[in-house]
Structures are given as structure tokens and as C-alpha cells.
């Protein structure tokens, strides 16, 4: 596990960010997911930059969700999901995932093809910083 590091950027969810939440995780999952998010968000953090949200980690929400569209926001978000959690699953095309866990002393231990069923969506892996749980994406 990572020692915990202040980031100002860093702040507990609030409903104020719940359209730009929605917005991100559609941009980036290519799918409306917010009926499964919703009784996460409240335990939630979000990294935001002058009152952009750039990124939310939902701690709750099976495996510890990270979402962010920059390299800043997705690992001080890893950060702080690895100050309780000793592993990170995160699509190959994520390179600043996987330069961050490099950086840091952890091993890999597997890699999966992500499956799906019906429609391909247009989705953006290389802004998720941590899945959802092998169910979900």
C-alpha cells in the first residue's frame, strides 16, 4: 500500500458535481450508468480544478472505481484508493496507470480481455484508472 500525500485538488463528493460526474463517466464508459453510481456517490471524492471535475474515485463501488480524464487527477486518485487497497485493475491502453503502479512496488499478476455482449460502445480506456469490479467494467 501507498502512504496517503495531501492534494488540495482532492474533495469529498458533493450533488454540485453530479452533472459533470454524469457527463465524464458517459464520455468515458460510452454508456448511462448513473442508476448503478448513485448509491456510491456520497462516499465518493472527486478531483477537481477550478471548479472542473477532472476525475471521482468511488471507494464503495466494487473494486474502487477511478475515473479522470488527466494523468494528474487519475494517479492522485490511485493514490488514494492504494492507501487502502494493495492491487489496481486498469485497461492495458491506460499508460499513466500503468506508469504509476511501476513507479511503485507492485508486481503484475494477470492480464483479461475485456468481453462484452450486443453493441461495441465507443469508450475511452485509457481514462479509467480502476475498474469497477470484473461484472462491470
Known sequence: MISAIHNECIVKYSSAYENQITD???QVSGEDRMFHLQPHLSSGFV???DNIVEGYYLPTMGDGMIIATTNASGQAL???RLTT???AVFPIDNVSA???IQQHPF???RRQK???LGVKRNWQPEHIYNRIGGNLG
Open 114 to 116: 475485456r468481453m462484452r
Open 78 to 80: 490511485m493514490r488514494l
Open 47 to 49: 478531483y477537481v480544478v
Open 85 to 87: 487497497k494493495d492491487f
Open 107 to 109: 508486481t503484475e499478476v
Open 24 to 26: 465524464l463517466d458517459h
Open 98 to 100: 500503468a506508469t504509476f
